[in-house]
């Protein structure tokens, strides 16, 4: 009933930038928590920043200060703004949601597909 499309991936040079976006489409009430993870290969997939419906933000350190995470709440729409991009940020990256539902209580986590994101020496 529901789904998270991202874009923007693709290859980018070190140093470079990239925006990924995640759109939401469906029937739900709403969503509370969005965020990025990623995966790469050989790697377990690990969270890359997150955003509460109010705003609030968290990174990992590895990305802290390079990367920015928003979030359009009437657009049901998460970004990922990266920055100064290394050969390390290499991955796929996917979106995560957790949707409300008018006649569902609790925590509905949704994925989506993935973005691949590589960035060259």
């Known amino acids: 009933q529901v789904q998270l499309v991202e874009s923007g991936g693709g290859l980018v040079q070190a140093g470079g930038s990239l925006r990924l976006s995640c759109a939401a489409s469906?029937?739900?009430?709403?969503?509370?928590?969005m965020g990025w993870y990623r995966q790469a290969p050989g790697k377990q997939r690990e969270l890359v920043a997150s955003?509460?419906?109010?705003?609030?933000?968290n990174y990992a350190d590895s990305v802290k200060g390079r990367f920015t995470i928003s979030r359009d709440n009437a657009k049901s729409t998460v970004y990922l703004q990266m920055n100064s991009l290394k050969p390390e940020d290499t991955a796929v990256y996917y979106c995560n949601a957790d949707f409300r539902f008018l006649y569902r209580l609790g925590e509905n986590f949704y994925w989506g597909q993935g973005t691949q994101v590589t960035v060259s020496s």
């Open positions: 955003i509460t419906r109010g705003g609030s933000t």
């Open positions: 469906g029937r739900f009430l709403s969503i509370n928590d």
